[in-house]
């Protein structure tokens, strides 16, 4: 059984940074290309960051690219998501998802390319 669990969303003000968190359960992590997403009240879930197996290679959305930084622990099965300089359009669930299998490239960026998802954390920014 697969299970994504995020954690580390609040309330920041604008020009504040926070650090999400995933923990992976049920599989062995280092295989999976791990993301993340986010959606806003009344408006579509959008690609945030991807990063491959290894760590080795990441991609951005144009919106966050300089701002945000995705890493992750093989050995803690975890993956992060670095968030500084927040906007209040970054406000926004914020899901993190996995998928087994090579590197993808431009597909990672995708939802429909990944398997698990987790429930969201919260991230509120205000101005």
């Known amino acids: 059984q697969v299970q994504l669990v995020e954690s580390g969303g609040g309330l920041v003000q604008a020009g504040g940074s926070l650090r999400l968190s995933c923990a992976v359960s049920?599989?062995?992590?280092?295989?999976?290309?791990m993301g993340w997403f986010r959606q806003a009240p009344g408006k579509e879930r959008e690609f945030v960051a991807t990063?491959?197996?290894?760590?080795?290679?990441?991609y951005y959305a144009d919106s966050v690219k300089g701002r945000f930084t995705i890493s992750r622990d093989n050995a803690k099965n975890t993956v992060y998501l670095q968030m500084n300089s927040l906007k209040p359009e970054d406000t926004a669930n914020y899901y993190c998802?996995?998928?087994?299998?090579?590197?993808?490239?431009?597909?990672?960026?995708?939802?429909?390319?990944?398997?698990?998802w987790g429930q969201g954390t919260q991230v509120t920014v205000s101005s």
């Open positions: 049920g599989r062995t992590f280092s295989s999976n290309v």
């Open positions: 990063i491959s197996r290894n760590g080795g290679t990441s």
């Open positions: 998802a996995c998928r087994s299998g090579f590197w993808m490239g431009d597909r990672q960026k995708e939802s429909k390319m990944y398997d698990y």
